[in-house]
């Protein structure tokens, strides 16, 4: 059984276009994130959820909007996609936001390639 | 200074060999540490959690000095399946100690085992 699961794992999409990418968990955690990661490979946290609660906002444009319709699920809608955005994309959770039991899981990532 | 800096190397080794890596942090409130290992292509995945009195498992050794915000990972005998990017990961806390989402990764350290 796959703990973070992530769809598509490929995405190609032209500029301007709108998509939206899937996260689910099944590890029964509470806090969620999404992460880039650019060409060189740095990964750079954007969004922190916890309980479907936005926690953490990483000065995002505000053409990515994430949703949470429950704690198990945490997805990303990209509104008006730029070159720019060209990246993989992780989501990934973690039994809680403090303390020592946020030790996070990943998903496999979604390659999103804007031409 | 960078929220979490580490050096990008990249480390070559000989099977064998022992290499350490270094990692710094900005937030001195941060309370819990980890380091991740991400093959290429893939999802990073938790190698250890960073303990304050240091911890060891197997041939991988972690330590943190919390008075220099400075965390180490130390590899001995090094495998061919160590080659990897290892990155240092610190969740953020505010003033009083309290993390607030903000699970943070450096840049990351590229290690090449070789025969």
């Known amino acids: 059984d796959t703990a973070v699961s992530q769809t598509p794992k490929y995405l190609v999409t032209q500029m301007g276009n709108d998509k939206s990418i899937k996260c689910e968990q099944n590890?029964?955690?509470?806090?969620m994130y999404w992460y880039k990661q650019d060409s060189k490979k740095f990964l750079k946290i954007m969004f922190s959820y916890n309980n479907k609660e936005l926690i953490i906002n990483e000065t995002v444009p505000n053409r990515f909007s994430p949703k949470s319709p429950d704690k198990a699920h945490l997805n990303l809608h990209i509104n008006s996609l730029e070159l720019g955005d060209s990246a993989v994309y992780f989501c990934?959770?973690?039994?809680?936001?403090?303390?020592?039991?946020?030790?996070?899981?990943f998903g496999q990532g979604t390659r999103l390639t804007v031409v | 200074r960078k929220e979490v800096e580490q050096d990008p190397g990249p480390f070559n080794v000989p099977e064998g060999a022992t290499v350490a890596f270094n990692c710094t942090y900005s937030n001195s409130a941060s309370q819990s540490f980890f380091w991740y290992r991400q093959d290429c292509r893939k999802e990073p995945k938790l190698l250890m959690s960073v303990y304050s009195s240091g911890n060891e498992d197997g041939r991988f050794t972690a330590q943190l000095n919390r008075a220099s915000q400075y965390i180490s990972l130390l590899i001995r005998d090094s495998k061919l399946s160590d080659s990897a990017t290892y990155l240092c990961?610190?969740?953020?806390?505010?003033?009083?100690?309290?993390?607030?989402?903000?699970?943070?990764f450096g840049q990351g350290t590229i290690l090449t085992v070789h025969p």
């Open positions: 990961v610190v969740n953020f806390a505010n003033a009083g100690g309290t993390s607030y989402g903000k699970l943070t």
């Open positions: 990934a959770s973690s039994h809680s936001w403090g303390g020592m039991n946020t030790e996070a899981f």
């Open positions: 590890l029964g955690h509470d806090t």
